[in-house]
């Protein structure tokens, strides 16, 4: 079962079936129909699938814009196929003659396969779902209650000391000894993580640790706080981001270290937007930049030195990692920005100003991003921005962000990788990026 619950959603033979299957299912719901169903019926479903998609991009898009990307045109393509071949089902029973039972039979499971054809391609322009096991919503497999791996210490009492506290000039890497019960693999767990001093009302996140957390004596690990993709959730990063294994990966090529990675929420509901900022949409700002740092102190024995913290994310999440990096170096010097955008918004400077700020533009640029790397200096900042080569919508905000990061005296580099916006940019870019990180937060010696 669990082989199964890994095959590939989006590579390997099972896309190539579903591709079949569908295309198959298409071609039987329309041949060998007679002039009524042509007549009446598919102009019907047709009609029915153009208007509807339509009117899917015109509410998403225009009217209620749910999120600051719009639908790409295959995705609504896909959804007018999906429900063109519904539609056709139906229109299998009627007119019908009594000979074609074997039709009306093989309806149903004809426009399934297309419609799962239709899922499958829309997954894919995402990479939301990598795996069965992800689509079907089945629990990782190495997730466990968070009070049986860190048990949370009295409100008076801080976490335990490291027995082995990182070295202030020499990478971690070249003193730490693992010891002989730690486990090959890392852990995860859903953690609540309250909004103390923000007021933010949060979901549950999660946190990752690494093999080296695990055994019977621990160092003092860096940390790395992840945000998630609007909409979503913040256990995007475990499902679709793969950081998981990711991190086992590396954790397996360095002894058993790596980070610790916090994923909070940061916004509030799967598809609220309050923009990583403090204004009328929340306290989110405050939430990441204080509440989630003391939550960690508090619950997690951490490399206390904030030059080993970094924040990274996804799309919003990305646009977030450098928001917090400009407005919250304190805690995050370092960042990981991927296909993020140049400036928070809800599809619009307006309509941002006039939800955040009354329409207050001055308000606005002092916690706009490029605003403020146009008149400060980070000298001690670093970060990655990462984009998809084919991404032709963030990838020029990419290059504004580049350009403005490094005219204010950050250390930046630009990473490009296969894809576009998707979740697959995501998780490569991570990858890539994990050896600068791993130097910079004190793993290993910094490249």
């Known amino acids: 079962m669990t082989g199964l619950l890994d ?27 007679g ?13 029915g699938a153009v208007v509807t998609a339509g009117a899917v991009a015109l509410v998403v898009n225009v009217v209620w814009r749910p999120f600051p990307d719009p639908l790409p045109a295959d995705v609504l393509a896909w959804v007018g196929l999906a429900l063109f071949a519904v539609v056709a089902a139906v229109g299998a029973w009627w007119p019908a003659r009594a000979s074609e039972w074997w039709r009306r ?3 149903v499971p004809m426009a399934l396969a297309v419609v799962l054809l239709a899922g499958m391609k829309i997954n894919s322009v995402y990479g939301y779902y990598p795996t069965v096991g992800d689509a079907l919503g089945v629990e990782p497999a190495n997730e466990v209650d968070f009070a049986a791996i860190a048990p949370a210490s009295a409100p008076a009492e801080p976490p335990p000391a490291p027995e082995e506290p990182a070295a202030p000039s020499r990478p971690l890497i070249e003193t730490w000894r693992p010891p002989p019960d730690m486990p090959r693999g890392g852990r995860v767990s859903k953690v609540s993580i ?31 706080v992840l945000i998630a993709g609007q909409p979503g959730a913040p256990q995007d990063w475990l499902t679709a981001g793969k950081v998981s294994e990711l991190m086992d990966r590396f954790a397996a090529a360095h002894a058993g270290l790596a980070p610790i990675v916090v994923m909070p929420d940061a916004t509030g509901s799967a598809l609220g937007n309050p923009l990583c900022l403090d204004s009328a949409l929340g306290n989110v700002e405050t939430y990441l930049a204080h509440d989630v740092p003391a939550w960690v102190h508090a619950n997690l024995t951490v490399d206390a030195d904030p030059r080993h913290w970094a924040i990274g994310g996804f799309s919003y999440g990305g646009t977030c990692a450098l928001q917090l990096a400009v407005r919250a170096p304190g805690a995050y010097p370092l960042f990981i920005d991927i296909s993020g955008q140049d400036e928070p918004t809800l599809g619009g400077r307006e309509q941002t100003v006039k939800a955040t700020f009354g329409g207050d533009e001055n308000r606005f640029r002092t916690v706009n991003p490029l605003d403020i790397l146009a008149t400060a200096t980070f000298e001690h900042s670093a970060g990655v921005v990462v ?6 919508v963030y990838g020029p905000q990419a290059q504004r962000v580049l350009a403005a990061a490094t005219r204010a005296k950050m250390n930046v580099q630009l990473l490009r990788v296969p894809g576009a916006h998707s979740w697959t940019v995501a998780h490569d870019g991570l990858r890539l990026a994990m050896p600068w990180a791993a130097g910079q937060l004190g793993l290993v010696a910094p490249r």
Do not use: C, K, M, N
């Open 194 to 224: 309250p909004g103390t001093r923000s007021g933010f009302a949060a979901r549950q996140g999660s946190v990752y640790l690494p093999p080296a957390y695990l055994g019977a004596h621990r160092p003092a690990l860096p940390v790395l």
């Open 35 to 47: 002039r009524p169903w042509w007549v009446a019926v598919a102009p019907a479903a047709a009609v």
């Open 105 to 107: 039979s093989a309806a």
């Open 7 to 33: 095959v590939s959603t989006l590579a390997g033979p099972l896309p190539v079936v579903l591709t079949v299957a569908g295309l198959a299912g298409a071609v039987g719901l329309t041949v060998r129909r």
């Open 387 to 392: 984009i998809g080569e084919r991404d032709t």
